[in-house]
């Protein structure tokens, strides 16, 4: 029996569980196309622009678990992923992207529509595939579904020319066994032993875990290792809602914009444990004052990340559940390795902190960003998956809303990308249709992907978008404030359009917000309406996010701000 290439396809992304497809079609992708209206089972979702659909394929994998998957034309469709692509490798995010290409036989000719997207992408991808042979054809979708899944996640690119697609095949090129044999980990007893014996000796030990924990699935033992040392617990931002924002132990995020009492705590530290972390800039600043006093112990799945930053004491090379396992086995076993009772004074001086300089912010006249964070928690009760845009809404975000649960906080870490939040909420509605899904925007970054508004609306997804209406691109205008003598080049935003006509526009429900004591209807209202709904509330335009470490200084010296 024959099959064309895009009958197979598909038959290997059944097999691979993929029942969901964001994408935008094209000339090249028409065949692919054409068999998907034959395949009922695949949902597709129709975006309008094509990052739209890298980025919601990225929230879908991040909220779900799974791999996301994303299917584009060639040429113009294929580039327009590339900043999605580049977001979902600096943060580690399993992604299969699918794009089109002109026959085999027009490769380098400069044919309509053509660009050597894995030249383009071999920088930003685990691995990238052309596929030239349709015999190749279901061998390499097993192989890309593999790669992006395995050791340390990432997005992996599959190029398919438009013969390749329409070519017959004989289908027994899927009937063959194609496996991967794991991949050989080296004994970590000898690095866990000695771990443990830094634990015992330590009196002033930290623990500091990123987003390899949420990964790897590991928060259940990282929770329990965590408290079976009573040890106190900060993160990067992408290991937010690995342990409870609620819990004592709980210091907050670190880094730039990381709480006092965590900045402090990693400073004085005698002992650091980081845990699926790599150790970036934001969080460091100043590499050689970064836990100036501590040993360090890094567990990470990633070889690469071991020592590039930060030098490690004791590293484990391992994915971090099977090192916490081994860990909290141990600790069960011997009690005497817990140091709480060396401790005291410790969690006393963190105590000290936390009391002498708390979040806060001053409250005013007009609307404060962190308010209406923080009434958002509240009516929310922390239930919520929450995507953010990137600038000061993300941090405040972070900062403000406890998140209790891995995989509700979904944000552009490593990249920094704006208009990253929106279409990641629709991925994160799709992948979880029960629950309250909330965007939270800055009127800068909403404007960079307001196009797929369409996209929610057609799909009746219920995603809820808060908007911190500055006007201004406020991460920019605040460094501005503090480092360029307030000379606010190019960063004003006051001409935008009106949010809430917009929202009414595309078939979604708009409200606005002005004044303080109408935050929390608002925000109810918004949440209690049907649908997709755009809340634009007025912020107060020079609020800063503080904490904040100046790059080149150590993490303990902080401003502070007007608190």
């Known amino acids: 029996m024959k099959l064309t290439g895009a009958q197979i396809l598909f038959k290997v992304l059944k097999q691979e569980n993929v029942d969901t497809i964001f994408g935008y079609p094209g000339g090249s992708v028409m065949d692919i196309y054409d068999e998907l209206f034959r395949h009922e089972d695949i949902k597709h979702f129709l975006v309008r622009h094509e990052q739209g659909a890298i980025h919601a394929a990225d929230g879908y994998a ?86 992006a899944r395995a050791g340390r996640p990432g997005p992996v690119l599959i190029d398919l020319p438009k013969n390749v697609m329409q070519a017959l095949v004989d289908d027994t090129t899927l009937s063959y066994p194609i496996s991967f044999s794991d991949e050989e980990t080296d004994p970590i007893e000898k690095d866990c032993a000695e771990a443990l014996e830094l634990i015992r000796k330590s009196r002033k030990p930290l623990i500091f875990c990123g987003g390899g924990v949420i990964l790897g699935r590991a928060w259940k033992e990282f929770r329990t290792f965590a408290k079976k040392l009573n040890c106190p617990v900060t993160s990067s931002l992408m290991g937010l809602g690995a342990f409870p924002g609620t819990d004592p132990l709980w210091l907050g995020m670190l880094g730039m914009h990381g709480t006092y009492y965590a900045n402090m705590a990693i400073s ?88 002498k300089v708390p979040l806060s912010y001053c409250r005013g006249e007009k609307i404060k960003p962190q308010y209406v964070i923080e009434t958002l928690y509240e009516l929310t009760k922390g239930k919520a998956i929450i995507t953010t845009e990137v600038g000061q809404n993300q941090m405040w975000t972070a900062q403000f809303y406890p998140f209790e649960a891995p995989n509700t906080f979904i944000s552009s870490g490593g990249l920094g990308t704006m208009g990253f939040g929106f279409p990641a909420a629709i991925g994160a509605q799709v992948a979880c249709p029960e629950k309250l899904v909330v965007d939270i925007a800055g009127d800068g970054s909403i404007q960079m992907n307001i196009q797929e508004m369409a996209t929610a609306v057609q799909y009746k997804l219920p995603v809820k978008i808060v908007i911190l209406n500055n006007g201004f691109l406020g991460m920019v205008r605040q460094w501005q404030e503090l480092f360029y003598g307030k000379r606010y080049s190019q960063t004003d935003m006051s001409y935008a359009p009106d949010f809430v006509k917009l929202a009414e526009a595309y078939g979604a429900t708009g409200l606005r917000c002005t004044k303080p004591n109408e935050v929390k209807a608002t925000l109810q209202k918004g949440l209690d309406t049907p649908g997709t709904v755009v809340m634009d509330f007025r912020v107060e335009p020079e609020e800063g996010v503080f904490p904040m470490v100046k790059p080149g200084l150590s993490l303990s010296e902080m401003s502070l701000g007007k608190t």
């Open 268 to 355: 004085n530290a005698d002992l650091l444990i980081a845990v699926g972390v790599r150790f970036d800039d934001r969080v460091t600043s100043k590499v050689e004052a970064f836990a100036p006093h501590a040993r360090i112990i890094h567990i990470d799945i990633d070889p690469v990340s071991i020592d590039k930053t930060i030098k490690a004491d004791v590293s484990i090379i391992s994915d971090c559940k099977p090192v916490l396992q081994l860990l909290n086995e141990w600790l069960s076993h011997d009690p005497v390795v817990t140091p709480q009772e060396h401790t005291k004074e410790w969690r006393a001086q963190i105590a000290e902190w936390k009391e």
């Open 62 to 147: 991040r909220a779900s678990g799974k791999i996301g998957v994303c299917l584009v034309t060639s040429g113009p469709g294929a580039t327009n992923t590339v900043t999605g692509i580049a977001n979902a490798y600096m943060d580690s995010i399993p992604i299969v992207v699918m794009t089109g290409q002109v026959p085999v036989s027009l490769i380098g000719n400069d044919a309509f529509q053509e660009v050597d997207i894995t030249g383009i992408t071999r920088p930003c991808t685990k691995h990238n595939f052309l596929v030239r042979d349709p015999e190749n054809l279901a061998r390499t979708i097993k192989e890309a579904f593999h790669i």
